[in-house]
């Protein structure tokens, strides 16, 4: 089991930025990806983007271009860069192992953007 613990969200305007962090207990390196989730007030939550053990990324449609995600394995660390964000982006972001593990979930980083 992997504890992970969220950072970085906050309050911004539309147009603007955030770089949200997720800490990990013990070395992810061996992972064989990590993902950023997001759930929106009534909504399901939905894998936002992934990075593989080799730093492959892959992005949903919806933050393609405009959100960057990184990964530091000396730190333990994982990384989502977001950019021109929207109100649409407006949820509370989790960081997990893709596929997901139930038991990993942390409290997550609310971010809020106000249009």
């Known amino acids: 089991q992997v504890r992970l613990v969220e950072s970085g969200g906050g309050l911004v305007q539309a147009g603007g930025s955030l770089r949200l962090s997720c800490a990990a207990s013990?070395?992810?390196?061996?992972?064989?990806?990590m993902g950023w989730y997001r759930q929106a007030p009534g909504k399901q939550r939905e894998l936002v983007s992934r990075?593989?053990?080799?730093?492959?990324?892959n992005y949903a449609d919806s933050v393609k271009g405009r959100f960057t995600i990184s990964r530091d394995n000396a730190k333990n660390t994982v990384y989502l860069q977001m950019n021109s964000l929207k109100p649409e982006d407006t949820a509370v972001y989790y960081c997990?192992?893709?596929?997901?593990?139930?038991?990993?979930w942390g409290q997550g980083t609310q971010v809020t953007v106000s249009s």
């Open positions: 997990n192992v893709v596929p997901f593990s139930v038991s990993s």
């Open positions: 013990k070395s992810i390196f061996s992972m064989n990806a």
């Open positions: 990075i593989s053990g080799g730093g492959t990324t």
